[in-house]
């Protein structure tokens, strides 16, 4: 039995401090995914810990049918569509770089944990990347996270959101459309736009 | 046949790594024939992997972790001291937990396709019109019954008139009397001065006032070209 089982089997008999430990191996990629999902430090901190108590909650559910992630990620998934149906109620009307200014993402200090932050180029090719994301509609930003961060195929979005594979195809053509406008990578050349990045660009 | 347009279309998919292996190495090898079409791949790549570098690698730093591990523990602390407490509350008080399943029955939205709702919506109306009571009959008791109206026929006598129209035409200027002196009634040449005199001296309706009477003089047979 792995660690990671072993701390799902005590959350599930109520030791809230596994329950912790669990949360510390992935809270990192849930608050990213929720970060980028709602575009603002404090609505990502509450979303990303509501996901957290919607698991707790839940956890007795877990039947290690899939990986612990997964399980953990369709809640997320469930979560931010709530997020999304309540937050639509009111206004959002906040500017983009408002958002950036108020980001969680420092340059003391972080640079070791902030690889691809660490520069100010780079810095400049995040922003770019959320000004596009929020163009685009908040199902189609989700869907592309899902793709490009989580690494989900497109027929696990399809089922994991109850819509269309063409819908999820759809999604993620827009959204590139809008980060080819925004990061101007077709005149550009690669090493212009990151040196991180130009390790993954053939 | 290479088509550029066509081809375009799968660039997002095969940068995201959702085309089979097969349909890929075609298409690849499709790309690489065309010059636009490399080129526009490349920067679908690029875009696709700058951003998912870039989304990956956002964090923040790594003295935000335990101040948010601290808020996470004590939510777990206060959502578990609910839990203690929710099941004799649920106990106690039947009627509020079927309240609030009502309210999320009512609360959850359920996707319905289009024409489903449509029939259904149809469904609902026919029944309406077809449940909905039909038209009461009252029995009116009469106690007391009114008049029958009698009718007759009464011969009213209708004059009838006869109307005689005849046209006679009169000059206007005449009419009024303003005529200069020596001026015969119905002269073309003093027609003629009639009006050369009008146009030496303009018309003014300044001391203008309406008579309340207007005379009218007909003479019969008076001209020659009089109509009778």
Redesign the interface.
Known sequence: MSTEDELIRLAQSGDSDAFCLLAEAYERRIYSLAFHYCREREDAEDLSQEVWLKAYAALSSFRNESTFYTWLRRITINCFLNYRRTKSARAHHETLDDSIGRQPVQADGGAATVPFESTLQNRLVVESVMQALACVTPQQRLIFLLKHQEGMTYAEISAELGCSLGTVKKSVARTVEKLRGKLRVDDAPVDCLSSAATGVLR | MHNCKSIRNDF??L??D?TPTTRAKQLLAEVNSCAACR?EY????????????????????????PA??E???S???S??TQ?IQTPVAVRTSLGSRLLQTLRSFAST?V?VPVPAALALLLLIGAAFFVLRPGPQTTVAVVTNPLPVPEIRTVEVPVIKEKVITRVVYVEKKLRSGAAPEGFVVGSPANALALRNASDHAPLSLVDFKPADEVKLTVIKSGFKDEKR
């Open positions: 997002v998919e940068a995201g959702e080129e490349a920067a679908v790549r690029r875009a696709v992997h700058v951003s998912g570098q870039a989304l990956r690698s956002t964090l923040p730093t790594e003295t935000f972790w948010y591990h808020r996470l523990k939510r777990l602390a959502s578990q839990n939205s996707r």
